[in-house]
């Protein structure tokens, strides 16, 4: 088998696509936070890419990808991807484009996981402490979460060294297990055991630039584009179904998260819009697949509306997830991966299955839903005592005057914004110019 | 001399600005200022959650003026300040005892 350039063209734009869902995210993230923390914010998302890409080099493909034969865990006989130069991609089929093209797409699925979940812990971690916990989630968590769900072996060998779940036809297009459910419960584990901000819930805490979160959801849609129909790898007729309905649901998750809040609360509002295009990419990830496009469009409605009243919980449950990683990722995550027990069509992808509504059995439905647990029970457990070895250790917060005043000061030494005429603003350049001096003089 | 201070309706501003140099005064500073009285605040709502942001914007505008022509000044900025509703602002006058214009050292009148 010879490369395709069209197909290595498409996996590797999709790659550069999915890279800049972590800016994206930055970006919405940042927005949503209070000003004073808004750089710390942006950084988790920035520490994660670099620790990430190094630690995937390292054995992370190869925890994923690799084959170990249990089906739990990958093994370390592909670590430093040196090996996959001038190799084809393999992952149940042969692929005609580079393994290093996988690899790198699938590098993307990783950083944009865990930093989803620093959107549950927002204006109170430390950095460092935030920096382990990175590398010890994807290590423990992601890496073989991914191998459980995507790893599909070599058919060539039989299937050997495939993960269980893909042993078992869970149906999961582009990470509705591994990267939304599996988020989302790590997200609450880790908001459980960070505990609430100074002043939560009394005290406002509202989003300090909304421009920021919309530009920055705008860019997450544009990169979902390239997550889901990158997942086919492949320039063909998957890749444009897949693409067609990651629109759609966007479409409908907008849509219906402003309709409910038009009746619930009066207003449609900006982040209700944001919010909701999220919702309705979470579902449609695990399902783009496997669907078509009049399903999508139901997805993204019924996602945007049950995250409008999902991410209320946490005021009546009393837990700090600040900005709602388990309300918008973990709910529209089982909703996706669920919905495929039903909606699931040969029609859309002759290698998938029929859902209820095609003429399948219960099966479908019954091996995603032991996914979803699967994955749900696993992060939830592995991230709590991951946080919690790390609290014990070195401690997961800031103090209490430190996060009030702003962990962006504390923790990284500077400040998001300066618009004041005194003190080295925008006016005050000669002042600042005069007071600067080296850092250790 | 007076001091008066006002706080407003930020879209009030260019209003009472005209209506201040209208009587005559040629100087003022103005910064943002934030708060309540019997307004209160109002409420937000984001992603279903009501916040009540009690802090208000307004804007403070400070004036001084010869003893003579503070009630003239105060009744401009309030003419133009008004619009009847909850909300309007306040202002208020009170001594100063001494003045000086930094560029030359004047003091007293002749400084404002």
Redesign the interface.
Known sequence: MEINAGDTSWVLVCTALVFLMAPGLALFYGGLVRAKSSLNMMMMTFIAVGIVGVLWTLFGFSISFGDSGNGFFGGFDSVGLGELLNQLAVNGGKYPIPALAFAMFQLMFAIITVALISGSIADRAKFSSWAVFVGAWVTFVYFPVAHWVFDFGDDQLGGSGAGWLANRGILDFAGGTVVEINSGASGLALALIVGRRVGWPKSPMKPHNLPLVLLGAGLLWFGWLGFNAGSSLGANQLAATALTNTVLAGCGGLLSWLFVERIRDGHATSLGAASGVVAGLVAITPACGFIVPWAAVVLGLIAGAACAFTVGLKYRLGFDDSLDVFGVHLVGGVIGCLALGFVATTIANPAGKNGLLYGGGWSVLGTQTLGVVAVLAYSFTVTLVIGWVINKVMGFRVDEEAEVTGIDLDQHLETAYDFSAAGGGALGQRTARATHTEVGS | MKLITAIIKPFKLDDVKEALEAVGVQGMTVSEASGFGRQKGHT??????E???DLVPKVRLEVIVDDPDVDAVIDAIVAAAQTGRIGDGKVWAIPVESIVRVRTGERGVDAI
């Open positions: 937000e709502v984001y992603r279903g959650a916040y009540t942001v």
